[in-house]
């Protein structure tokens, strides 16, 4: 099959690592892929792997001119299906694909990532595209705030990580933390930050690795000054390739109040880190469990984070080994890539051949 990937967001998020990874190992299972987007990093990320890629401009909702540019493109490209995002792409290259008859499949982060109104039900109607969920919270949680769209119309498939080559090991040193979500304020930072302030209080030794740009950028590193935790903390900004910095550290930590599926934390579980986060969204459904303990009640406070942080922090090395061998087993076991997108190729067969 050849399936086009297309995103208009500038920003880089969890869905464009889903993309290039699925494209990727797409394209290893014998599909050709073709990947479109507004950001010159998505393009030369997919090209550095292989991929042929573009950078376009997508125009206006509903441009004449988009739509043709598109229509000529997948006619070029002898487009089987397309693939999308947001409802930017929808309203641009969903209507050419429509024209053209091809199959829409449109992935949905999030619940609430489209609003509810006539617009959205009026295109749902007229586009019929097929939404694809990574979990079960992000399919249930929109088709209960978008009741029109049909559960037939649906799917859900797992992100999925490649088995990484070297094991798990240990530092001798501190406690290596990281984080590797946007720096905005839905994420949780702030209040991480503040129980990595408990910690160095109580004289516990760590470091903590923050990956990652956002809006709160700057009011974090004036945090973390205020808080006199400099010694304690890196900021990589955005990093091309996160693995070698994960298989560094030793807990990944996600403190985010809204969540869908992170791709974040899989990428995390994948090198063995043991995982303390937030319980919101679907992170319960990738959940080792195992660390049940460390999946932490949205209302908890900063201090719950820091005890648990703590603990981790004062395991016997062995044990956080051991413990570390868990988490990449767990995801081995239920999320490699080559099983979901698998399934996934699956889908996206059928869903073309029932178009």
């Not at 408990?198 to 760590?206: R, T």
């Not at 959940?287 to 942080?309: G, N, R, V, Y």
């Not at 413990?323 to 995801?331: A, D, P, S």
Request: proline share 6%.
């Amino acid at each position: 099959m050849k399936i086009a990937f297309f995103n208009a967001t500038a920003g880089w998020g969890g869905v464009k690592t889903w993309t290039i990874d699925v494209a990727e190992e797409l394209q290893n299972q014998g599909h050709e892929v073709v990947l479109i987007g507004k950001d010159d990093r998505f393009r030369n990320r997919a090209v550095s792997k292989n991929m042929r890629a573009f950078t376009v401009k997508f125009g206006a909702d509903f441009s004449p001119i988009s739509i043709v540019k598109f229509m000529q493109f997948l006619r070029n490209e002898n487009v089987d299906v397309i693939l999308i995002n947001v409802s930017k792409e929808l309203r641009t290259v969903g209507i050419s694909a429509k024209l053209l008859d091809i199959p829409i499949i449109q992935r949905i982060g999030l619940p609430k990532d489209m609003k509810r109104c006539t617009k959205v039900k009026l295109l749902d109607a007229a586009l019929t595209p097929h939404y694809l969920f990574p979990c079960n919270h992000n399919r249930d949680g929109m088709l209960e705030h978008l009741p029109f769209v049909p559960q037939n119309r649906t799917s859900i498939v797992y992100t999925g990580k490649h088995a990484r080559p070297t094991e798990p090991t240990t530092n001798a040193g501190p406690i290596q933390f990281i984080t590797t979500s946007q720096l905005n304020g839905l994420k949780g930072h702030k209040e991480l930050m503040d129980a990595m302030h408990i910690l160095a209080e109580k004289g516990v030794p760590f470091h903590w690795h923050v990956v990652g740009t956002g809006t709160e950028e700057e009011l974090l590193k004036k945090q973390c000054k205020n808080l006199e935790l400099s010694a304690h903390i890196t900021w990589h900004g955005w990093v091309q390739d996160i693995f070698p910095l994960l298989e560094k550290a030793d807990c990944f930590v996600l403190p985010s109040y809204f969540e869908g599926l992170p791709n974040t934390l899989l990428e995390a579980m994948s090198c063995g880190l043991i995982p303390v986060a937030r319980d919101v969204g679907g992170v319960n459904e990738a959940w080792p469990p195992q660390f049940d303990q460390f999946l932490i009640p949205e209302s908890e406070p900063a201090s719950t984070w820091a005890t648990h942080l703590q603990h981790i922090a004062e395991l016997p090395k062995a044990t956080l080994a051991a413990q570390k061998q868990i988490v990449k087993q767990h995801c081995e076991a239920n999320f490699t890539i080559t099983d979901q997108v698998r399934k996934l190729a699956k889908e996206i067969e059928q869903i073309a051949h029932a178009k």
